[in-house]
């Protein structure tokens, strides 16, 4: 479904700050597939997706999104099949523009093209009742500004704007972390019943050792722009955050040096 092969990006090639981010990087994902994603810093996490996404383009390597090369397609062109979230919850959506408008943008993606579609009742009435089961009364804000909400509300918002028209492939980068830890398992909780119901191939990078062992069905780490290891999928939901340092340490002999990951035990 999602095939990378030999990915690799160098930022400031041929200068004193050359610096490879991604080297020769291949990973495949089947239809359904949900890969938690742990690193450090410099691992390579944001490059990777970047390059999924289209924001960047790679040296070298190849990309193919449900047999279809996408490796040098302009981003435009992949976000109907590619949703994201990021950290920030207001990132990827517009904060001047109300919940429905929000909504109304992203139902439209890949269809619809310039000014912001008209909204008909039909269309709120749609929103609405995707809102209400999330339980944070969003389905009676929809009239309220993105930028007033708050940031579980917000990130609960963009999670159903990058799902409402089902993408081939779903990009969450560390999409919980700026939330504080209640509405950070709310929102891992619609994550998770949202991929499962609509059976999205799924990347998930995340700080949190834990969460990465009991989300999705299998669980990668990447260190200094290469893929370090893949947990046993059959043994992963056993290991518990100490083994999987462990695990990491025999492998790249050094400790993970990202201070949220060691803090989120």
């Known amino acids: 479904m999602l095939e990378i092969t030999g990915l690799s990006k160098t930022f400031g090639a041929g200068t004193v700050n ?130 007033l909400l708050s940031g579980g509300q917000r990130q609960a918002v963009t999670l159903m704007m990058a799902t409402l028209v089902t993408p081939k492939l779903l990009l969450l980068d560390e999409h919980t972390a700026a939330l504080d830890p209640t509405t950070a398992q709310k929102v891992l909780e619609l994550t998770e019943k949202t991929v499962q119901r609509d059976r999205i191939t799924t990347l998930m990078v995340t700080h949190n050792i834990a969460s990465a062992l009991k989300l999705g069905n299998r669980t990668i780490m990447m260190d200094n722009g290469a893929l370090a290891l893949e947990l046993d999928p059959a043994k992963r939901a056993e290991l518990t955050v100490s083994e999987v340092l462990a695990l990491f340490w025999e492998r790249e002999g050094k400790e993970l040096d990202n201070d949220r990951i060691l803090l989120a035990k």
């Open 18 to 147: 050359e610096r490879a981010a991604l080297k020769n990087f291949s990973l495949r994902l089947e239809k359904g597939d949900f890969v938690t994603i742990l690193g450090g810093n410099g691992a390579g996490k944001s490059t990777l997706f970047n390059l999924i996404a289209g924001s960047l383009l790679p040296d070298s390597g190849k990309i193919l999104l449900d047999g279809r090369d996408i490796t040098y397609l302009p981003e435009y062109r992949r976000a109907s099949d590619i949703g994201r979230l990021f950290q920030d919850p207001l990132k990827g959506t517009s904060p001047s523009l109300t919940v429905e408008e929000n909504l109304a943008l992203a139902y439209g993606r890949g269809t619809r093209r310039g000014l912001l579609p008209a909204i008909t009742k039909k269309d709120r009435a749609y929103f609405a009742g995707m809102l209400q089961p999330l339980g944070l009364g969003l389905e009676n804000r929809m009239k309220t500004r993105m930028g």
